[in-house]
Structure formats: structure tokens, C-alpha cells
């Protein structure tokens, strides 16, 4: 009887907390908006570059009043940031992403909460993550290669010489916040980003840890 209150249990905590169906909550976009002049409503991720058009749902309504306010110009760009979700063809039981932008053809964006809309196009350089980072936490050395894709992987190397790869998906959740989600195990890090040192540092308490920013 306990083991079957037990099961029960994590089932309860697993749709709660999305692990079960891999549906993201509060997931962080920043990029470009703009409306042509056939009404499509277009947005470009600052960090993949890919374009995906707009949902109609969600908060949509909102972000066209907002962009009319913002820009007298038909088809002119405004930077925004939001928290969404691409619908569409996305698999959340599948090996993780949470929005895969690689395979965004058939996608689009739905906006579900407006954080900013300003004029001008353009992105935040300061806040591009992708690169490669090291870390030397005392335990060896770690490789950490963040993907413009939204896709990571990490090589660790022992103090012996072993290797070992982690491979996984990554996402914000702020706009200075990183989330890497593990493939095989699905652990989350997460990550502070530190624009100043061009540095990653861990914030999930799970212990100390600094990637440093070697490359773009």
C-alpha cells in the first residue's frame, strides 16, 4: 500500500513540475518584431537568428496595440523580450527541447507575457550566451560548448586523463538566467549569467561552479 501511495506521489510531482509531459514553463525569448504589409507578424530570435511567425493566441493582441503605439512605420523592427513557448509541430515527450529552433519551419511563437517593447532593431550582444567556456572546479577540467541551436555539450576530463561527454538542450529562463537540461537524465543547471567577466555562474545550490567565456 505504501509503495502504491508512493508511486502515486511522483506521478503528482512529475505533472507539476513538467518532467512528465516536457512542457517548459516561463521560458525567456529576446529579439526582433515587425509587421509587414500583408499582416504577417514576424519575430527573430536574437540568439539563433531563426524567424518564426507570431501566434495569434496568447498575448498577441497586446503586443500588436503595443508595436502600433511604438512605431508610426509599416514594417519596421522593434526589439522585444517576452515569455512564450513555440507551438506547433513540438514533441515535449521527446528527448527534451523545450522549443527546438532547428527545426522551426513548421513553428510559430506564441507570446504569453510582454516584458519589454522598444524602438529600433538590433539585440543585446552583451547577453550572447553561445560560445565556449571552461571550468576548473579543483575536480578537472570542464568544456562547456553552448550551441546557437539552443543545444550544449559538456566534456569533462578527470584527473587521470578519463573523459566524459554530457550532451543536452539549454534555454533561458531570464534574460540573464541559463537553464541546461542533461539529455539522458534530464537534471537541470542552472546558470547566472555574468556579463562583466563573461562568465556562467551556477545559482541552483548545488555547489560552486564558474564557466569562464573562452570563444565565441
Known sequence: ??????????????????????????????????????????????????????????????????????????????????YGAVTGEVDYTADAPYYDMA??????????????????????????VPGLYRSDSGRGLKVLKLYPRYTYGIEEIGPAGETTLSVGRWYRTALLTVVLEDKDTGILSVFQIVPESESLTRSDGRGPEVYTKEWL
Open 103 to 128: 527545426a522551426a519551419a513548421a513553428q510559430q511563437v506564441r507570446v504569453d507575457s510582454l516584458v519589454n517593447i522598444e524602438p529600433g532593431a538590433g539585440c543585446l550582444t552583451d547577453f550572447m
Open 1 to 82: 500500500m505504501h509503495r502504491i501511495y508512493a508511486i502515486a506521489a511522483l506521478l503528482i510531482v512529475l505533472s507539476c513540475t513538467g518532467r512528465a509531459g516536457r512542457n517548459p514553463e516561463r521560458v525567456f525569448f529576446s529579439g526582433t518584431f515587425t509587421v509587414d504589409e500583408s499582416g504577417n507578424a514576424l519575430f527573430t530570435d536574437c540568439i539563433s537568428h531563426v524567424e518564426l511567425l507570431v501566434d495569434t493566441g496568447g498575448r498577441y493582441e497586446e503586443l500588436r496595440r503595443e508595436y502600433d503605439l511604438t512605431t508610426a512605420v509599416v514594417g519596421m523592427q522593434v526589439r522585444i523580450e517576452f
